[in-house]
């Protein structure tokens, strides 16, 4: 498994072991085979989140997955850093509070109490107080806040995760759903109290959801920050499985139809090029959608999740696909030709 940069002095692995539904989808035996099966293929990290498990997310499973992972580690797993979430306001952990300086060590000692660690090798805010652009809300979305709040906040919270380094009890700093303000904003923050810097985005990013290639992209690539891609396959839309209206039982679309607002009229057509192009150049769809990543002109890793062991089997025998140049010009033509189709 290749590595990318994490930071100035630290690797993760190209692709992530995604966990979001452990617990639902997932069973705690599957789970387990699963982060056994990442660490066979060389996988180095696993993404999780105090929220955790979704499809669905409901108040009484809040920490389940972390819990689960725990449990593995207790057990003898090893051989995989943690990376998990401090959620954001408007979430179900603490009735939807947002996160605050004071927050920050209470939330801590969650996590790691359920995974059963000392340290979390990277700790990220699952969500920005002020909202998001993320999850289909770029299509109405207005800023949120007022900018000396939001700066304010992000200075005592900077200097609450700068007590948290000097303890031990995190490693590394990233934001999720966040945008190329946002970043700035932190990094300005971090640098004037001696907090963590960014060094991880975990925003969605696919073939279907290229909201990162602007502004994004050269925040990323001037500021050092490698991007953690969530749903790098769209919620399974990439594999061709919901092609037809087809909905397989136990994928994720039998238990949420829209997934999470991505099901539109524009989708299937943009789909089927995507399918159409994979299988012209003779490489399978999954694989095409992970290895595009690597094309990206700045750090990016793929977090994988799968519902069961066969789906990250998948996923992992593409580790070493690498893509042509034509097909990668290919795909930015079908790109133009469907933008947005969610």
């Known amino acids: 498994m290749r590595t990318v940069p994490l930071g100035s002095d630290d690797t993760v692995s190209e692709f992530i072991l995604g966990t979001m539904t452990f617990g639902t989808q997932t069973s705690p035996a599957d789970a387990h085979t699963q982060l056994d099966m990442a660490v ?22 809040i920490g389940r997955t972390e819990e689960i992972i725990g449990d593995w580690i207790a057990a003898g797993g090893t051989g995989l850093r943690i990376a998990t979430k401090h959620s954001g306001e408007g979430a179900h952990p603490r009735d939807g509070a947002p996160i605050t300086a004071e927050s920050i060590p209470v939330t801590l000692e969650g996590n790691l109490k359920r995974l059963r660690v000392d340290t979390i090798d990277l700790y990220q805010f699952h969500w920005p107080n002020r909202g998001s652009f993320q999850f289909r809300k770029n299509w109405t979305y207005v800023p949120e806040g007022e900018r000396a709040a939001i700066r304010q906040n992000f200075a005592d919270c900077a200097g609450a995760l700068a007590r948290e380094v000097e303890r031990g ?24 109290t001696g907090g963590p810097p960014v060094v991880g985005l975990q925003n969605e990013y696919s073939l279907l959801a290229r909201l990162a290639d602007t502004d994004i992209a050269e925040t990323l690539v001037h500021e050092g920050i490698t991007m953690l891609a969530f749903s790098p396959l769209a919620a399974g839309i990439l594999t061709g499985k919901y092609q037809d209206g087809a ?31 994979a299988r012209d150049h ?20 793929a977090i994988i999740g799968a519902s069961t062991t066969d789906q990250l089997a998948h996923e992992l025998a593409g580790a070493d696909v690498t893509l042509s140049e034509e097909l990668v010009a290919a795909i930015d033509e079908t790109h133009k030709a469907h933008p947005l189709p969610y």
């Open 40 to 61: 066979d293929a060389g996988i180095t990290w696993l993404d999780t989140a105090e929220m955790y498990p979704v499809n669905p997310i409901r108040p009484e499973t």
């Open 169 to 192: 009890t995190i490693r590394h700093f990233g934001l999720s759903n966040e945008s190329s303000w946002g970043m700035m904003q932190w990094n300005a923050a971090a640098e004037a």
């Open 282 to 301: 003779g490489v399978d769809p999954v694989h095409m959608a992970l290895a595009w990543l690597r094309t990206r002109p700045f750090r990016c890793v």
């Open 247 to 277: 909905v397989p039982d136990g994928s994720r679309r039998s238990v949420n139809d829209s997934l999470g607002g991505r099901w539109t009229d524009r989708l299937h057509p943009a789909v089927a090029a995507y399918l159409d192009l």
